[in-house]
């Protein structure tokens, strides 16, 4: 079967670091876009970075840029997000998602969702 399993959240003090990791199994995900999204309680889904399938393009939303760099290591089926200088805010479940193109994944569409892994970030 085909799955998505995040790892590497935790709870972090602001202005930490912390890098989660998706793994990918059952497929090679190396034609689709891989991505991230967040959710905070009481909030909606919420957009985090995205790389193509082939790691040409890659595009975070405003409130992460500059702190958070995805990245995809498509021999290890795997994709990453570095997240540095951490805040109360960035506080969510965070999940993985893939798509075949990258546009429809920026704007939610998935074929595939992990389970989430849970950051925390304490002032």
């Known amino acids: 079967q085909v799955q998505l399993v995040e790892s590497g959240g935790g709870l972090v003090q602001a202005g930490g670091s912390l890098r989660l990791s998706c793994a990918a199994s059952g497929r090679t995900f190396s034609s689709y876009a891989m991505g991230w999204f967040r959710q905070a309680p009481g909030k909606g889904r919420e957009f985090v970075a995205a790389v193509s399938g082939g790691g040409e393009i890659t595009w975070s939303a405003a409130s992460v840029k500059g702190r958070f760099t995805i990245s995809r290591d498509s021999a290890k089926n795997t994709v990453y997000l570095q997240m540095n200088s951490l805040k109360h805010e960035d506080t969510a479940v965070y999940y993985c998602?893939?798509?075949?193109?990258?546009?429809?994944?920026?704007?939610?569409?998935?074929?595939?969702w992990g389970q989430g892994t849970q950051v925390t970030v304490s002032s």
């Open positions: 998602a893939a798509h075949p193109a990258f546009g429809p994944l920026v704007r939610g569409q998935a074929d595939y």
